[in-house]
């Protein structure tokens, strides 16, 4: 005899929502200390890019359109941009394939693609966390060029930033279809970290690529997030481009969940959870 | 040495098990190897050379920098699972072995992908070659700077992985510093400041093997820094980094696994 589980109620899935993504919060606390090594790491890789930029103004004064100043601040705002945006999404499935707890996954109520947006938002707002003393340490260095300049840049920015997270999941999503057709995932992972290096915008500015780079960045999402959200909190994109850059994230967000979930389906019909 | 040798090979051969890992991997190790190339276009796009120092001239320090990454994962590239090690007890098992430990521990783990990293490595210092006025007969010196190099990246990962024997945690993050450190070589020293010099060229010598050599093909650095500063720092790495192991295994603590 079987006894079906009750449908949950739109407030119940959201409830679960906001408790996964809490509990997923609290578990990267535990490992602060890796989250805070990890961000230094990083940073160190960044200082790298703000250097060579610093002789490339220092060989040639007038570089291209942004100024040293503007590309100073676009480059440290885009450093905590990409460090909030940086998701555990990939490592933490692949882990999970390996040791067949996905089976228990593909089981919660919430649904397989919610259970993993919860856990990005948790690793989001912890990520909120440790990025704002890293803003104050950049003001104190760089000073009031990282603020946005209007009240209406600031908006447009964190609206921006939330189209900026599911854009970002939702290629994450597909690396997380990817890992479960190749059971090992990290050839993907890494070859998406380097697409997002190249084309988020992440080491410049869309405006200062050669022209054949700046095209195929273009036709990709990852422009859309770092570099979108870092040009309307520092007022490079200006109101009359926010309906079209912002409709293209949503564009972008909405397609990638919609290939996800397509993708996800497709792959459910022939996957097998691995015994553990 | 010969048991050495037999374990690298077996190391080896379980790796090469996986073929369809070993094709991601090397796509992946040319991937990322092209994500700092374009930065790189991005880059000289914008201007003619760096710090003095022209793009065939940068592109060099490019090349060499991925050959020593490629040669340091392909041969001792097992000290990146060692918080894995102490987590699963492995590193307990290998304590009582009549082996070397760090030894046993560089050479469990080559990465297969580490050829990805080589070749782009390769390819990139020949069109360097190829764009700068450097005596042909030097090229016999690469293969001595590229062993240099990946002894010193080696001998600073060790460093770094016994201090994490005291800190054991899921994670090797704290490697990844070095890792970057290793890729700030691809750009000339003269773009860095004062204390980021010090440290790649006498604290963690990456430069030592990187930017003398470069520096010597260029024209502007002598034969014999590019000669006898590579297996010096390597040396004086090497002999920390077991010094370093020793000490830190004195201390060390099981986690019970």
Redesign the interface.
Known sequence: MSTALPVPSASQLLSGFGALAFRTAESKLTYRLATVLSLIASGFAYCVYLLVWLAVYRENPNPGPIGRGAMTAYLVVAFMVNAILTLSLEFRFIQRVRMGLVGIDLLRPLGFLPFQMAQGVGDALVNLVFVVPIFGVGLFFVGGSLMPPTAGAAVLGAVSLLLGFVVNFGVSYLIVQASFVLQSGYGVIFTRAALHQIFSGLAAPLVMFPDGLRAAATFLPFRHVVETPVRFWLGMAGPSEAPLLLAEQAAWAVSLLFLGELVFRSVMRRHQVQGG | MHFYLRLYLTALRARAE?R??FL??V??AT??Q??AF??F???T???????GWSSGEVLALFGLTAMVLGLSEGLLNGIWWLPWYVIDGQLDRLLVYPVKSLVFVLLSRPELHSLGNFTAGAVTFGVAWSMMAAPTWALVLVPLWVVCGAVIYTAALVMIGSVLLK?S???N??M??IH??L??AR?PA????RW?NVLILFVLPFGAAIFFPVSFLRGDGSLFVALAAPPVAAAASAIAAFFVWELALRGYQSTGS
């Open positions: 996986y369809v890992d991601v991997g796509l992946t991937s990322m092209l994500a374009a930065f276009w991005i880059v796009s914008h201007a003619p050379g760096l710090g800190a945690g899921p994670w993050t704290p990844l510093s970057h450190l890729n700030a750009y003269s773009v860095y400041p980021l």
